[in-house]
């Protein structure tokens, strides 16, 4: 098929699919059409109280399930007879063309890759980051306070997650702005491709980013370092295979970004939303950074959903769910189940929670890079609130129009006057 009918095929598949969200959600009102529409993207979470009132696992009209209780999502999550992926291999990706390797792959594959990024993630090395990501705070924070009123998300929890990143991959200084650029690119596609510009642009960006990583490659074959690429191109093929190198590193840079990204944004909205919790905050930032992250996590999770596809029949909620079928996880919803957790609805640092929130996922496909995404979104609330105790919102937040990735697009923020702070610093000391 030539390049013009590929691109024909292309949109006639995406405009169907945009006609058959629209008439089912706006003229049927059916809920996880309405998630994929402008009603979903601000504010999903009076939708998942609407499925969750159907019941703890619901047909969808696609044949498929899903569910926003937290019990049954834990457990879908957990279940190995569930998978990302049919046995056959044959979905296509979530992610509708971005390869996120490991993360769409059943045991054994992905134990096999998982285990040669663990040690990357270890308690050890993720904690050698520290001083590391403080400086990279402060830099942020000086520049921020120099200008007064800036943008929160490019100009402080964006430049974060990716200096990070690239760090732990080993990516030179020098080229760590292109890595960014093109990875940015190609995660924007992880809530699906919007148009034939965008799957144009994810093209260009993908050769790019590949272009970039093949020379690192070539990098850390002659100059081996303590890094990510450095432990990958040593490693031997029963480890991990030539072409699946680039899919690994693609991941790790792509989910390395965008769960830290949305993490610090939605902790920021939802504290300055709430004014009496961010003075709370800045009284005692070293004590409650911590639990706000936790917080924010559970009421306002950078990632949504997730799935689960049936690799054999069996019944879940006492409701048939046949081999092939998918079993959507909205963690998102599950995290404000009113079974789990009192005034779910209610965002409060103070909470103490009765169960674990499901914002990284559960099972064998917990999130690898939690410990570094709790530890950059921590260290930045805390030393935010230590040094602009009088931030607030100054101008309207534009929120990103995806379904799948939650956080803001932008952020409007006033770092406040100097003797705000000095206030605040003092009612601290005493």
């Known amino acids: 098929m030539s390049d013009i009918g590929r691109a024909i095929g292309f949109a006639a598949r995406l405009y169907r699919e945009r006609a058959v969200v629209g008439y089912a959600g706006y003229l049927r009102r059916e809920p996880m059409a309405r998630l ?17 009132g159907r019941g703890t696992l619901v047909p969808t009209l696609m044949g498929n399930w899903v569910t926003a209780s937290h019990r049954v999502c834990n457990s879908v999550l957990r279940n190995r007879r569930l998978g990302v992926r049919p046995e056959d291999g044959g979905a296509p990706s979530p992610a509708d063309g971005v390869d996120l390797s490991f993360l769409e792959m059943n045991p054994p594959d992905h134990t096999r890759l998982r285990r040669l990024a663990l040690p990357a993630f270890s308690p050890k090395v993720v904690a050698s980051y520290r001083d590391r990501i403080e400086r990279t705070v ?8 120099s200008a007064g009123r800036f943008d929160l998300m490019p100009g402080f929890a964006a430049p974060l997650p990716i200096a990070v990143i690239t760090d732990l ?5 020098a080229d760590s702005a292109e890595f960014a650029r093109y990875g940015a690119a190609v995660g924007s596609a992880l809530d699906g491709i919007k148009s034939l ?33 450095s432990r990958l191109v040593a490693a031997g093929e029963d480890q991990i295979r030539p072409e699946e190198m680039l899919p690994v590193c693609g991941l790790l840079l792509v989910a390395g970004f965008e769960t830290t990204v949305n993490l610090i944004g939605n902790s920021v909205l939802a504290l300055l939303s709430h004014p009496a919790q961010w003075r709370d905050l800045c009284a005692d930032p070293a004590g409650l950074a911590p639990r706000a992250v936790e917080e924010t996590l559970r009421f306002d999770p950078p990632v949504q959903f997730t ?20 079993v959507m996880a909205l963690v998102g919803g599950a995290n404000r189940d009113p079974e789990v957790y009192d005034e779910p609805s209610r965002f409060g640092i103070h909470r103490q929670p009765a169960a674990e929130h499901l914002a990284f996922s559960s099972g064998i496909h917990y999130c690898l890079g939690q410990p570094l995404a709790r530890l950059e ?6 030393m935010l609130a230590e040094r602009m105790p009088g931030l607030s919102l100054a101008g309207p937040m534009r929120r990103r129009q995806t379904t799948l990735i939650r956080g803001p697009l932008r952020l409007p923020v006033a770092a406040g006057p100097a003797r705000a702070a000095r206030l605040v610093a003092g009612r601290a000391v005493a």
């Open 169 to 173: 991959l080993g990516v030179p200084d």
């Open 307 to 326: 799935a689960r596809i049936a690799l054999e029949d069996m019944r879940i909620e006492d409701q048939p769910v046949r081999k092939g079928q998918t």
């Open 36 to 52: 994929q529409l402008r009603a979903g993207h601000t504010d999903p979470y009076p939708i998942y109280e609407q499925i969750r």
């Open 138 to 145: 402060g830099g942020l924070l000086d520049r921020a306070a």
């Open 377 to 382: 979104a921590t260290i930045a609330l805390r």
């Open 197 to 229: 510009r965008h799957a144009r642009a994810l093209m260009a960006n993908g050769l790019r980013l590949r272009r970039l990583f093949e020379e690192l490659f070539e990098l850390r074959r002659r100059e081996p370092a303590d890094d990510i690429i």
